[in-house]
């Protein structure tokens, strides 16, 4: 009795496993010959659109009038005041109306993900979103920053009582930039995840909801950059990294004054982010041997740094390949087999209900792992890098008479500007002429 | 000397940035000839759905940019509609102690004996899938989730998708923004 009850639960729960296989409806649906119901239509849904491409391109048109206008502002007018009221403005669209997305700063991880996944084909508007600020900054310097970027934008306006990191503090925190730009291109190659956006600390201000510790967190940056001036920017973002080493070659760089430097040194500790570089003092003729031989040594870290940097970075492969949901499941799904493991998560029974086998999904976790192998070498090997040559570079002296705007690390946000007597002058002669103008009016 | 020195160092630079600039146009270029592709958005594939209710709590919204859909076609307009009722209703009514929704967004309509017609009200509804579950465990399927395009954000990661189960979310063509589920299909 009890064997035939067992035999018709397995032919109950097989028929009704065949019913979703193979997609046959439970209960035909009616045809209501007696009421002449009419079926309501599920095309309305279709009728609820994107929004549209042309706004997109608005996105980008204002990108380029932000650009233009920044640069206008910072290197033509010097006028802080112009580029405050930019920033703010960038921060109401970019950021609160537009809710930070799209931004340049996430669009690295789109064109990587586009390059290494075939399926996946970049937009227009998010390749003109990565590139357009790389351009301006080749040509005017970091005014994407100064003005545009929402997430420097909500630091800047927190800014209350800066004070000065010392530059070894500033150079090793700034390694960590690095490493996050490298973890974000190879997290996206791999398709495992977009890091950048996923732990962005100032969206969730932006769309005024998010989760809990990221709104933590991005609380914890705004009140640190109370008093260490934009943090994000100077330690964090990816996006800055690039930024800097473009700016360096820039055309038309920020100058603190509108004319020759008198080395008055008041603007000395007028910029919040520790940009402004001294004039250099003469070369120690003490101790030159013994720094020659610290740079030869330094030098011949090098290569050891970047073997170290890659060999660690791919034996973390294991660590890091659980960032991609395959090889997630795929691990779930051999601790479970094992007997390791007694429930199930969602993930692993959505899997077993697929009924694919199994050997796939580890053949398709392997490669990932192996993608994440060769990808540890590269990211580790570029981190070591980057290391070497944060320790070779202050060996480099260059010889330096004025007080100038550091290229790579000048935010452009022209706060220095006032605090130069030349440029009081300019301004001076400005009002003057103005005056002068208004005379002739009247 | 230090006029060469400089003027080397000049060279070099400009020869840099020279370089970094038409890379720059060449990956635009690139990119705008060959890989051209129209604006993407999200949306999940209701065969791969497992109604696991992530959609409801995991958007970025405070009200989930995911909501269900009724396909009419497939609804076997049950009088017991696993959708809507508890697994075990104590009456066949509306009332909310029978009801699976948390929400009370499915409006149970009579239309001829032993016939029910189930309607969404969207506003109320948040994305839980719970009635998708049920429909979709004992019934024809015909309920389903799908992404609005109205509220979506579009986000660059969607948190969804990083939360999903099934890894039903994906990129879909802007212009063709919906999976609607269609008779004959599961």
């Known amino acids: 009795m009890l064997r035939f009850g067992h035999i018709s639960i397995c032919i109950f729960i097989s028929i009704v496993l065949c019913g979703v296989v193979f997609g046959a409806e439970r209960f035909p649906p009616p045809d209501f010959d007696e009421s002449g119901h009419e079926l309501p239509s599920t095309d309305y849904i279709t009728n609820i659109t994107p929004r549209h491409t042309i706004y997109n391109y608005l996105d980008v048109a204002v990108l380029v009038a932000a650009l233009s206008l920044s640069s206008w ?16 403005f960038s921060l109401v669209y970019f950021g609160f109306w537009r809710k930070g997305c799209i931004c340049p700063i996430g669009a690295i991880q789109n064109f990587s993900l586009s390059i290494f996944d075939h399926n996946y084909a970049l937009s227009v508007t998010a390749i003109l979103f990565l590139i357009l600020p790389l351009i301006f900054t080749l040509f005017f310097g970091r005014t994407f920053c100064a003005g545009v970027c929402p997430l420097g934008a909500i630091q800047d306006l927190v800014v209350l009582r800066p004070i000065k990191v010392p530059s070894w503090l500033e150079s090793s925190l700034r390694l960590f930039a690095y490493i996050y730009l490298a973890a974000a291109i190879l ?68 100058t603190i004054t509108p004319d020759d430097c008198i080395k008055c040194k008041l603007c000395e500790d007028s ?31 090098l290569p050891v740094l970047i073997f170290l940097g890659g060999f660690g970075g791919s034996s973390l492969n294991r660590s890091w390949s659980r960032m991609h949901a395959t090889v997630r499941l795929a691990e779930r799904i051999y601790l479970e087999n094992q007997g390791l493991l007694s429930e199930t998560t969602d993930a692993s ?20 792992r192996k993608q994440f192998k060769f990808g ?63 005379d002739d009016k009247i | 000397m230090t006029i060469e020195k400089k ?11 020279g370089t970094c600039l038409t890379c720059l146009a060449v990956v635009a270029g690139a990119f705008a000839f060959k890989k051209r592709d129209d604006e993407k958005v999200w949306q999940l594939d209701p065969n791969k759905c497992v109604a696991c209710g992530n959609c409801a709590t995991y958007c970025v919204l405070e009200e989930s940019a995911v909501k269900c859909v009724h ?5 076997g307009y049950c009088d017991l509609c696993t959708g809507f009722f508890e697994p075990e209703p104590r009456e066949l009514d509306t009332g909310a102690e029978n009801q699976l929704c948390p929400t009370g967004a499915i409006k149970r309509s009579f239309i001829e004996d032993p016939y029910y017609e189930y309607t969404i009200d969207e506003p109320l509804c948040i994305g839980c899938g719970k009635c998708v579950e049920g429909c979709v465990a004992f019934g024809n399927g015909s309920l389903f989730l799908q992404v609005r395009h109205d509220r ?12 999903c189960p099934s890894q039903a979310f994906k990129r879909v063509s802007a212009d063709e923004p919906y999976l609607i589920k269609k008779a004959g299909h599961t």
């Open chain 1, 376 to 438: 540890g070498w590269l990211l580790g090997s570029f981190i070591g890098l980057v290391a070497g040559l944060k320790l070779i570079i202050p060996s480099i002296r260059r010889q330096r008479t004025d007080f100038q705007a550091d290229s790579a690390s000048c935010l452009a946000c022209g706060r220095c500007f006032k605090y130069c007597p030349k440029e009081q002058v300019r301004l001076k002669s400005l009002s003057e002429k103005q005056e002068i103008a208004d």
């Open chain 1, 271 to 301: 910029c919040p982010f520790g940009a402004i570089t001294k004039p250099t003092v003469e070369w120690p003729q003490i101790g030159y041997t013994k720094s020659r031989k610290l740079l030869a040594l330094l030098i011949l870290l």
């Open chain 1, 73 to 88: 502002f910072v290197l033509k007018k010097r006028s802080r005041r112009s580029v405050f009221i930019l920033m703010v």
């Open chain 1, 187 to 254: 997290f996206a190659a791999t398709g495992s995840a977009f890091i950048i956006c996923r732990y962005d600390l100032f969206i969730s201000f932006f769309r005024l909801s998010g989760h809990l510790n990221m709104l933590i967190l991005g609380c914890c940056f705004l009140v640190i950059g109370m008093f260490v001036a934009r943090p994000y920017c100077r330690f964090i973002c990816p996006y800055g990294v690039i930024l800097r080493q473009l700016s360096r070659l820039s055309k038309w760089k920020v």
């Open chain 2, 152 to 163: 979506c954000l579009n986000c660059n990661e969607c948190s969804i998708a990083a939360a």
């Open chain 2, 7 to 17: 003027s080397r160092r000049k060279f070099l630079k400009d020869g840099l940035w």
């Open chain 2, 71 to 75: 396909a009419y076609a497939m609804c």
């Open chain 1, 349 to 368: 029974s959505a899997f077993r209900a697929t009924g694919e086998p199994i050997e796939d999904l580890y053949d398709q976790a392997s490669v990932i």
